[in-house]
């Protein structure tokens, strides 16, 4: 494992499953997904349970596996003994326990692996903390990643980046965004307006499954948004089979999720129909829409 920054670039990810988007319209089982990485085998991605909602991240070949956010360290073992696979390397994206609070178990059984996570001395068992621009390389499984910072959610929370895939933390949801604990909206807009900016095929990995509570607060905001309308009748047929929303596109989330939106003019105007409540004058600048917004979801 290196966070130097000499690696050579690593292709664009590609999905071998049937997942198919052509106007929101789908034919998908599952999202279990597969990346390519630079020597041009497949790496897969798959979701872990964890808990009531969240999603740890598995990216794994025949032989080893890195994980994202392992706050439950039971699933992650049994998934790694069912699967025949070594853990090499840990993912931490936000100090928040159900995202860590399973670095002290998997370092006892996998005591020579790294962990990578933010510069937060108080986030224990972090081997290599990194910083803004910084780029890791995942030695067994050949992908390249860049590290974002995208405060807001919490202050020390990164993001991990590759050509076609974000791992985001709870920085943004499908069809929401991660409340403030510790940011402010000026942070939290910026963060997501970094993650507007990357390109539109980029699947975004998540680690929370609150699809439906989200479209719910969305269409209070839109409810006219006929790809929305759409998007939900394909959530509620993956949740009523159990099956995971995420990751999901970000062409998709540009289309109806209200955080990434806040230019849109009947955004706005939700936003300025709700200043009175919020005690704001006025909801004019981009800044003053999404913390609108986001009042109005902590309330929903």
């Not at 903390?129 to 780029?135: A, E, I, R, S």
């Not at 991660?178 to 963060?191: H, I, N």
């Not at 939900?232 to 970000?250: G, H």
């Amino acid at each position: 494992m290196s966070n130097k920054h000499d690696i050579s670039p690593i292709v664009k990810a590609t999905e071998l499953n049937d997942y198919a988007i052509d106007n929101l319209s789908r034919n998908i089982l599952t999202r279990e997904t597969f990346y390519s990485n630079s020597e041009g085998n497949i790496v897969k991605i798959t979701p872990i349970n964890a808990f009531t909602d969240n999603y740890i991240w598995a990216l794994h070949n025949d032989q080893h596996c890195v994980v994202v956010d392992p706050g439950d360290p039971a699933v992650v073992l049994a998934f790694l003994k069912a699967h025949n696979l070594q853990l090499s390397a840990i993912l931490i994206t936000h100090h928040h326990f159900d995202h860590t609070g399973g670095i002290s178990e998997l370092t006892k059984h996998y005591p020579h692996i790294t962990v990578f996570g933010p510069n937060n001395p108080n986030i224990k068992g972090i081997t290599h903390p990194l910083v803004d621009t910084d780029t890791l390389y995942l030695d067994e499984l050949k992908i390249e990643l860049s590290v974002v910072t995208v405060p807001g959610h919490t202050l020390d929370h990164i993001m991990y980046v590759a050509p076609g895939m974000l791992f985001c933390g709870d920085t943004l949801f499908s069809c929401g965004c991660g409340r403030l604990f510790e940011g402010t909206p000026a942070q939290m807009f910026d963060s997501l307006r970094k993650i507007s900016q990357l390109p539109r095929e980029t699947l975004i990995y998540c680690t929370h499954e609150y699809t439906q509570a989200n479209i719910a607060f969305a269409e209070t905001v839109e409810p006219h948004n006929k790809a929305l309308a759409q998007y939900k009748l394909w959530v509620d047929q993956q949740r009523s089979n159990n099956k995971p929303t995420i990751p999901t596109l970000l062409s998709e989330q540009l289309q109806f999720n209200p955080f990434l939106r806040v230019h849109v003019d009947s955004i706005q105007a939700f936003a300025q129909s709700i200043a009175g409540d919020l005690r704001q004058k006025t909801v004019t600048d981009p800044v003053q829409v999404f913390a609108a917004l986001r009042q109005a979801k902590d309330d929903f």
